[in-house]
């Protein structure tokens, strides 16, 4: 196997076949994507080969710093933008064979998008109900129904309450309540975020997530969340970091049960190693130990060893 269906193997996920492929599958799929941009003369490699594999129903967080090609990311899975090479994969939808008709399609009913920037997400001379409603008006969907199911929104995201105040009179907080249940209105497959708390302090921020991880528990929906905030990662039960256009290492939390039956999550740190067998190590490790330029490295019965080249430094033999 090659390509993607390397990527659906490495992910523990069957492939499946018949009519419950499509169930099975995963539901955003990145395979060695590649975006590069030019501006006068220089060109810029925003992702170099990036593979991601994220599960139907996956609450994650993608973080990175300025730079590290998240947005470029968030930008290609939202089909604002088309990567130079690769495949993507969202939902069964090939991002790089639809045309433009389909991928408006596509951004009203696959995906939903939560911007860091309440004013991108809310029409303000609209009420909160009213701004829930107008993605499903524009899928046609009957008045009936669209209040129905507006309704259902505000209450599941806890602003039943201001349903018919203008958004404009509603906290940052309320806001951004408002613009996820705009975001789910047609009922997407995907929800991507992009700093959803970049604008709030704390507390709201927490506020927030607890909407979106309600969204996710109660929709089913698949939940990106993009941001630099490392922070945010306490908030998800996977983070996926992104350095330099490739995915670098991925923490993993859980809820143990000690032996006293008391529960606590615990985390683990991994680095990402891809199908050319490169990994990135973390930053800090790297700081610690001053390594540069190249490592040696040493086979074992059960793990890699890796030191700092002391040749390169003058220092003489390890021992």
């Given at each position: 196997?090659?390509?993607?269906?390397?990527?659906?193997a490495?992910?523990?996920?069957?492939?499946?076949?018949?009519?419950?492929?499509?169930?099975?599958?995963?539901?955003?799929?990145?395979?060695?994507?590649?975006?590069?941009?030019s501006?006068?003369?220089?060109?810029?490699?925003a992702?170099?080969?990036?593979?991601?594999?994220?599960?139907?129903g996956?609450?994650?967080?993608?973080?990175?710093?300025?730079?590290s090609?998240?947005?470029?990311?968030?930008?290609?899975l939202?089909?604002?933008?088309?990567?130079?090479?690769?495949r993507?994969?969202?939902?069964?939808?090939d991002?790089?064979?639809?045309?433009a008709k389909e991928?408006?399609?596509?951004?009203?009913?696959?995906?939903?998008?939560?911007?860091q920037q309440?004013?991108r997400n809310?029409?303000?001379?609209?009420?909160?109900?009213?701004?829930?409603?107008?993605?499903?008006?524009?899928?046609?969907?009957?008045?009936?129904q669209?209040?129905?199911?507006?309704?259902?929104?505000?209450?599941?995201?806890?602003?039943?309450?201001?349903?018919?105040?203008?958004?404009?009179?509603?906290s940052?907080?309320?806001?951004?309540?408002?613009?996820?249940?705009?975001?789910?209105?047609?009922?997407?497959?995907?929800?991507?975020?992009?700093?959803?708390?970049?604008?709030?302090?704390?507390?709201?921020?927490?506020?927030?997530?607890?909407?979106?991880?309600t969204?996710?528990?109660?929709?089913g929906?698949?939940?990106?969340i993009?941001?630099?905030?490392?922070?945010?990662?306490?908030h998800?039960?996977?983070?996926?970091?992104?350095r330099d256009?490739?995915?670098?290492?991925?923490?993993?939390?859980?809820?143990?049960?000690?032996d006293?039956?008391?529960?606590?999550?615990?985390?683990?740190?991994?680095?990402?190693?891809?199908?050319?067998?490169?990994?990135?190590?973390?930053?800090e490790?790297?700081?610690?130990l001053?390594?540069?330029?190249?490592?040696?490295?040493?086979?074992?019965?059960?793990?890699?060893?890796?030191?700092?080249?002391?040749?390169?430094?003058?220092?003489?033999?390890?021992?």
């Amino acid at each position: 196997m090659t390509g993607i269906d390397d990527l659906i193997a490495s992910s523990g996920q069957p492939r499946g076949t018949g009519h419950g492929e499509t169930a099975r599958a995963p539901m955003i799929m990145c395979d060695r994507l590649v975006r590069i941009f030019s501006a006068a003369g220089v060109e810029t490699q925003a992702l170099q080969g990036l593979d991601l594999v994220l599960q139907r129903g996956e609450l994650t967080a993608l973080v990175g710093a300025s730079g590290s090609g998240k947005s470029t990311l968030l930008n290609i899975l939202a089909a604002l933008d088309l990567p130079t090479g690769g495949r993507a994969v969202v939902a069964g939808h090939d991002l790089l064979s639809m045309g433009a008709k389909e991928r408006l399609a596509y951004r009203r009913g696959t995906v939903g998008f939560l911007w860091q920037q309440t004013g991108r997400n809310l029409l303000g001379q609209l009420t909160a109900a009213e701004n829930v409603e107008l993605p499903m008006h524009l899928a046609k969907m009957p008045r009936r129904q669209r209040k129905a199911r507006a309704g259902e929104l505000l209450g599941l995201l806890g602003v039943a309450d201001s349903g018919n105040r203008p958004v404009t009179e509603l906290s940052g907080g309320q806001q951004q309540r408002i613009a996820i249940g705009v975001a789910l209105a047609n009922n997407p497959g995907v929800l991507l975020a992009d700093e959803p708390t970049g604008e709030l302090d704390t507390e709201t921020a927490d506020g927030i997530f607890s909407a979106l991880r309600t969204a996710n528990a109660e929709t089913g929906v698949t939940v990106l969340i993009v941001t630099h905030d490392a922070a945010v990662s306490e908030h998800v039960d996977r983070t996926i970091a992104i350095r330099d256009g490739r995915i670098s290492t991925e923490v993993l939390r859980r809820t143990a049960v000690d032996d006293q039956g008391v529960q606590a999550r615990r985390a683990q740190e991994y680095s990402v190693l891809d199908r050319a067998g490169r990994l990135q190590l973390p930053s800090e490790f790297i700081e610690a130990l001053a390594l540069q330029d190249r490592v040696r490295l040493a086979l074992e019965t059960d793990h890699i060893g890796v030191w700092p080249d002391r040749h390169r430094a003058g220092e003489g033999e390890d021992t």
